[in-house]
C-alpha cells in the first residue's frame, strides 16, 4: 500500500467519479479493454468480437464517445471508434494488476 502525501482536490475526485461513473459498466469495461488490445475496431467487429447486439454496442459506444472516453470516425457506411482519453487505459491496467483476471 502506498501513503500518498497529497490529498486529492475536490474537483480530481469529481473528474474520477466522473469517467468511473462513464466506464463502470462490465460491456463498456470489456470495449475499452478491446480497444486497447487491438486499437480502433469498426463497429461491427466490437459487437462480434463481444458476442452482444449491435444496438446495445451502439448505445454504449456513443455514450462514452459523448463524454470524451473514445473518438469516432466515418468512413463510408462504417464507424471507427478508438480510445481517445489514455487514463482510461490505466483503469484497465489496474484491473488487470488487481484483479483475478
Do not use: F, W
Request: charged fraction near 25%; proline fraction near 2%; glycine fraction near 4%.
Amino acid at each position: 500500500m502506498t501513503i500518498r502525501s497529497q490529498k486529492l482536490s475536490v474537483e480530481a475526485v469529481r473528474q474520477a467519479a466522473t469517467m468511473l461513473k462513464c466506464i463502470g459498466h462490465p460491456i463498456r469495461l470489456q470495449i475499452i479493454e478491446l480497444l486497447d488490445r487491438t486499437g480502433e475496431q469498426n463497429v461491427t467487429a466490437i459487437y462480434e468480437e463481444l458476442e452482444i447486439e449491435q444496438a446495445v454496442a451502439s448505445q454504449h459506444l456513443n455514450l462514452m464517445r459523448d463524454k470524451g472516453i473514445l473518438a469516432s470516425r466515418r468512413e463510408g457506411v462504417n464507424v471507427y471508434y478508438s480510445i481517445d482519453d489514455p487514463r482510461v487505459t490505466q483503469v484497465i491496467d489496474c484491473i488487470h494488476d488487481h484483479c483475478d483476471v
